[in-house]
C-alpha cells in the first residue's frame, strides 16, 4: 500500500524580537557657518547599510542621518542647514536564530531632540526602536489518497488554505525634476527639503507589480535675487513604474509593505544655464509577500474492511485566509502657538508620521488607536523669526470590521499616510486634517491531523468474532455512516444497499440493518 503525499507551502512569524537605542551626539557648528540664535526644526533619516545574522545574534550597522534648520543671530535672521550622520553597530540577541538566516528588520524612531549648548554647539539625542524577526518558510506533507489492490474506503477532507507564493524584497527607483515656477527667482542654496510618500497603490498583474502614488515635495531655498530672499516651494508629484515579479498573478493575494529610502536632492541648471531646476533620486523599498488562497483535498481517514490498517499522523499547523482590509481613517485636531512662539502669518508646510500605540482584537473586528505627530513649519508675524515651528499630535482611532475574527487569528497592520493638511484657524491656532491608510491583512491558524504513513496488519480474529451476524442499529448524535461502516468492518457503499439508502446521509433516530460480511480466518 502507498500513499500519495502532497506538500502544502507555508510561512509563518517564527522569530521576533524588539531593541530600543539611544544615539547621541554633540555636533560643532562649522566654521563657515555662523552662530546659532535658535533651531527652527530637525529631522532624521535611518540607514541599515548591513545585517548579519550569526547563531543567537544578529548584528546590524549604519548610521542615522540628522538635519538641522536653524535661524542666525544676524540682524537679517537668516536660515541655514546642518547635517551629521550618527552611527551605530548594533547586536541584537535573537533565540534559536541560525546563521545565514533572513532577517526582516523595521525601524522607526521614537524621538529625536535636538537641544542649543551654546551659538556653537548643539546636542543631539535620538531613540531608535528596532524590530527584528524572521519568517520560517515550511512545507506541509500530508497523504492525499491511497494506491492499493485492498479494499479501502478513504475519507478525504477539503481545506482551503492560505499557501506563500512569493517572498522577495525589491525596489522601485525613482527619479523627478521640478522646474521653478516662473515667478519664482532663481536658486542661491539649498536650505531645506521634505519629501513625503503619499497614497501607494499596488496591482497585481500577470509577471509584475504595477506601483503608482503620490510624492509631497516642499523645498525651501535662499533665492539669487537683491536681499537673498528665503522662498519655498511645495508640489505633488504623481509617479508610476512596475516592479518585475515573474510568479505573481492577478488572483493573488498582496501583503506588501512600502517604504520611501535614500531619498537625494540636487539643484540643477536648465537649458538658459541658470539654476531653476531641482533634481530628485530616491527610492522605493518593497517587502513583498503574495499568497495564493489554495483549495486542497487531504486524506482525513482510512480503513479497509478486510485488514487493519495503522495510521501515522501528526498535527501540523497551517493558516487560512480570514481578509484583507483596506481601512482609511479620518482624524482631525488643533495645535496652538505656545510660550514665547510668535503668531502664524501663514503656513508654509506640515510633515507628520502615523504612530500604533494598540491594536485589539474584539468582537467583530480590530480596534486601532494610534497618534500622528505632525510639525507645521509657517511664516511668523515677527521680523526677528521669519520662520518658525509649532509640533502637536493628532490622535485617531479606528474600528475596521473583519467578519469571522476570534481569538486565534493573526493579523499585521501596515499603516501609510494618504492626505495630511495644515490650515490657520486663526493667528494661534493651526486646524490639522489627516486620512490614514490601514492596511490589514488576516490569517486564521488552525491544527490539522495529517495522514502520514500507513501499516498493514491482520484483524485479530477475537475483534471480528466480536461482531453479529446481523445488527439492528439506532442512528446516535453525530454518528456518520462512515463512522458505523468503520465500527462494523463495512462500507459505507454496502450500508447504502442493504437499507436501499438514496445517499450516504443520516440522522439520529434513522433505524438500519447492518449484516456481518468480513470473514474470520
Not at 512545507?139 to 491511497?146: H, Q
Amino acid at each position: 500500500m502507498e500513499l500519495l503525499m502532497k506538500n502544502i507551502h507555508m510561512c509563518r512569524r517564527a522569530k521576533q524580537v524588539e531593541k530600543q537605542v539611544v544615539l547621541e551626539e554633540d555636533l560643532n557648528v562649522p566654521d563657515a557657518k555662523p552662530d546659532v540664535e535658535m533651531i527652527i526644526q530637525s529631522r532624521e533619516h535611518v540607514v541599515v547599510e548591513h545585517t548579519r545574522a550569526e547563531t543567537g545574534k544578529l548584528y546590524a550597522d549604519g548610521y542615522m542621518e540628522v538635519g538641522i534648520l536653524y535661524q542666525d543671530d544676524t540682524a537679517e535672521h537668516r536660515l541655514h542647514r546642518l547635517e551629521t550622520r550618527l552611527p551605530f553597530e548594533e547586536t541584537i540577541v535573537m533565540e534559536d536564530l541560525e546563521s545565514g538566516e533572513d532577517v526582516r528588520l523595521h525601524y522607526e524612531t521614537e524621538d529625536l531632540n535636538v537641544s542649543l549648548i551654546n551659538s556653537r554647539k548643539l546636542a543631539i539625542r535620538a531613540i531608535v526602536r528596532y524590530d527584528a524577526s524572521v519568517d520560517e518558510i515550511y512545507d506541509i506533507r500530508a497523504a492525499a489518497g491511497v494506491q492499493t489492490e485492498l479494499p479501502v474506503c478513504q475519507k478525504k477532507k477539503k481545506l482551503e488554505l492560505i499557501t506563500l507564493a512569493v517572498q522577495k524584497k525589491d525596489i522601485l527607483r525613482l527619479k523627478e525634476e521640478i522646474p521653478l515656477p516662473s515667478n519664482k527667482p532663481n536658486i542661491r542654496e539649498l536650505l531645506w527639503e521634505n519629501v513625503q510618500l503619499r497614497s501607494t497603490r499596488i496591482q497585481l498583474q500577470e509577471g509584475k507589480l504595477a506601483v503608482q502614488g503620490k510624492l509631497f515635495f516642499f523645498v525651501l531655498y535662499r533665492a539669487e535675487d537683491e536681499g537673498a530672499s528665503t522662498q519655498w516651494l511645495e508640489q505633488v508629484i504623481p509617479f508610476e513604474g512596475d516592479v518585475a515579479c515573474g510568479d505573481c498573478t492577478e488572483e493573488m493575494i498582496p501583503d506588501i509593505e512600502v517604504m520611501l529610502a535614500q531619498e537625494k536632492l540636487q539643484v540643477k541648471e536648465d537649458t538658459d544655464g541658470e539654476l531653476r531646476i531641482f533634481y530628485m533620486e530616491g527610492m522605493l523599498e518593497l517587502q513583498i509577500r503574495l499568497y495564493e488562497n489554495e483549495e486542497t483535498e487531504i486524506l482525513e481517514d482510512l480503513y479497509s474492511p478486510a485488514r487493519n490498517l495503522l495510521l501515522g499522523t501528526e498535527r501540523r499547523l497551517c493558516e487560512q485566509f480570514v481578509m484583507k482590509n483596506a481601512s482609511r481613517c479620518k482624524a482631525s485636531g488643533k495645535i496652538q502657538v505656545q510660550g514665547a512662539k510668535p503668531q502664524v502669518l501663514q503656513v508654509a508646510h506640515v510633515t507628520g508620521s502615523i504612530k500604533i500605540d494598540q491594536v485589539k482584537a474584539e468582537e467583530g473586528g480590530i480596534r486601532i488607536e494610534g497618534a500622528v505627530p505632525v510639525s507645521v513649519l509657517y511664516i511668523s508675524s515677527d521680523d526677528s523669526t521669519p520662520f518658525a515651528v509649532i509640533d502637536g499630535t493628532v490622535p485617531f482611532g479606528h474600528f475596521a470590521e473583519v467578519p469571522g475574527l476570534d481569538e486565534k487569528c493573526r493579523f499585521t497592520v501596515l499603516p501609510s499616510m494618504e492626505q495630511l493638511s495644515a490650515t490657520m484657524a486663526d493667528s494661534e491656532e493651526i486646524e490639522i486634517r489627516l486620512t490614514a491608510g490601514l492596511d490589514i491583512f488576516v490569517v486564521r491558524p488552525m491544527e490539522q491531523m495529517c495522514i502520514l504513513g500507513v501499516e498493514e496488519q491482520e484483524y485479530p480474529s477475537e475483534m471480528l468474532a466480536a461482531v453479529p451476524g446481523i445488527t439492528g442499529y439506532i442512528v446516535q448524535e453525530n454518528d456518520s455512516l462512515w463512522d458505523i461502516a468503520k465500527n462494523y468492518f463495512l462500507t459505507p457503499q454496502q450500508i447504502m444497499e442493504m437499507n436501499n439508502l438514496p445517499r450516504e446521509e443520516v440522522k439520529k433516530g434513522d433505524r438500519i440493518i447492518l449484516m456481518k460480511k468480513v470473514v474470520i480466518n
